[in-house]
């Protein structure tokens, strides 16, 4: 399974773009890589998923280099309500592969 | 998006009680579904990874005669905490995928709090 590292915490203010970056070196050939947002007391809510090059949807984007080793989750114009934690999720969401969660990432947006 | 919904929400038991959290698949079908417990300001911790059908995967360092998971049809799967003591006192949360590279779908999580 690719263990993946983030920073443990990042502070941001309102307006500004917001760039966290996940390190996962032994990403595997059918490996995906997938962001999810949470709040306190919530399940994780997806916000994007790829596999090389850029995603992009109408709340992020995501960057991911041609080796795949690491990834850029990019959150534009952030607002009070994206103060939460970010996690990056890698693995083969084929039949029976399971799914271990890093530290993530604790993103405060202060005014 | 699919949706997978959990229930209850909340939870308060006593001591020595069993506990039984609902994961439904509503919009599509879970070939294998996944249980954490988050503590405060903690990461989810994997207890136990559940497919179609058979036995469920455990963790290591996770009870499976304490936490009870059954996983009877490809849209519903069951967590039973017996015999429920404080420490047990968590936030519990599903997740459930149909495979093929789509995308993890989580629950809105149980807390569960034990006198």
């Known amino acids: 399974l690719a263990k993946t590292t983030q920073p443990i915490s990042m502070d941001s203010y309102e307006g500004q773009e917001v760039n966290i970056t996940c390190s996962h070196n032994n990403i595997a050939t059918n490996d995906y890589i997938t962001w999810y947002q949470q709040f306190p007391s919530q399940g994780p809510r997806f916000i994007i998923q790829g596999y090389k090059t850029k995603v992009t949807n109408e709340v992020a984007s995501l960057f991911i280099p041609a080796d795949r080793k690491s990834s850029t989750l990019s959150l534009p114009r952030v607002s009070l309500s994206d103060t939460a934690v970010y996690y990056c999720?890698?693995?083969?969401?084929?039949?029976?592969?399971?799914?271990?969660f890093g530290p993530g990432t604790r993103l405060s947006v202060l005014p | 998006g699919a949706v997978v919904s959990q229930h209850p929400s909340r939870v308060i038991c006593k001591s020595g009680t069993s506990v039984k959290i609902e994961c439904r698949s509503l919009?599509?079908?879970?070939?294998?579904m996944f249980w954490y417990r988050q503590f405060p300001k903690q990461s989810l911790m994997l207890m136990a990874t559940s497919n179609e059908g058979s036995k469920a995967t455990y963790e290591q360092g996770v009870e499976k005669d304490k936490f009870l998971i059954n996983h009877a049809s490809l849209t519903l799967s069951t967590l039973t905490v017996t015999s429920a003591h404080p420490e047990d006192s968590s936030f519990y949360i599903c997740?459930?995928?149909?495979?093929?590279?789509?995308?993890?779908?989580f629950g809105s999580g149980t807390q569960l709090s034990v006198l």
């Open positions: 919009d599509f079908q879970a070939t294998t």
């Open positions: 997740s459930a995928t149909s495979g093929g590279n789509e995308k993890l779908f």
């Open positions: 999720l890698v693995g083969d969401f084929d039949y029976g592969q399971n799914f271990v």
